[in-house]
């Protein structure tokens, strides 16, 4: 069984951002995080989610993912994502990143769970620490998804 924590931050909506991660197995912990540029709030809160289920090194693990995140949790528990998939993401935000989570969440068995954020539970609020910090960095990597749709709205803007 592994437990999943993650978070996701902008500093501005859209703004640079980042996310938190917290992987638990048995004694194991791993925390990971990385910066961007120019996202949103929403894409780090999924980033954070695909990053941390591609980091898993055996397929068919058994993972309970915690989110702070409405967009996410309530996306696939609630089956939308699944739906989205069928009309191609026709007008949904972020599809390279539902893509991306789609294909490596095919590959375990997943639940995400949502907890409050900001309150009591202490992997939460260290994912919180790791995305915001991750956000203020220096040298932040590019969302290329991101950037290349707002191009794509106003080739002048970037």
């Known amino acids: 069984m592994i ?3 993650t978070d996701g931050s902008s500093l501005g909506n859209p703004g640079p951002g980042g996310y938190g991660i917290v992987l638990l197995s048995g004694n194991l912990r791993k925390e990971l995080s990385e910066g961007f540029r120019l996202t949103t709030n929403n894409r780090m ?8 289920l591609e980091a898993l090194k055996k397929d068919a693990a058994t993972v309970t993912v915690y989110s702070d995140s409405k967009y996410v949790v309530d996306a696939v528990e609630k089956n939308w994502v699944f739906a989205w998939e069928k009309k191609n993401f026709k007008e949904k935000k972020n599809p390279d990143l ?3 989570f789609l294909n ?3 590959k ?4 995400l769970v949502w907890v409050k954020g900001h309150a009591t539970n202490e992997e939460n609020n260290q994912c919180d620490k790791l995305a915001v910090a991750a956000a203020h960095g220096y040298n932040l990597n ?3 998804g991101y ?3 707002l191009k794509k709205q106003n080739p002048k803007l970037l």
């Open 3 to 5: 437990s999943i924590y």
């Open 45 to 52: 809160e999924l980033l954070g989610v695909v990053i941390a």
């Open 98 to 100: 539902w893509k991306r």
């Open 104 to 106: 490596i969440y095919r």
């Open 108 to 111: 375990h068995h997943v639940k």
């Open 142 to 144: 590019i969302d290329i």
């Open 147 to 149: 950037e290349a749709e």
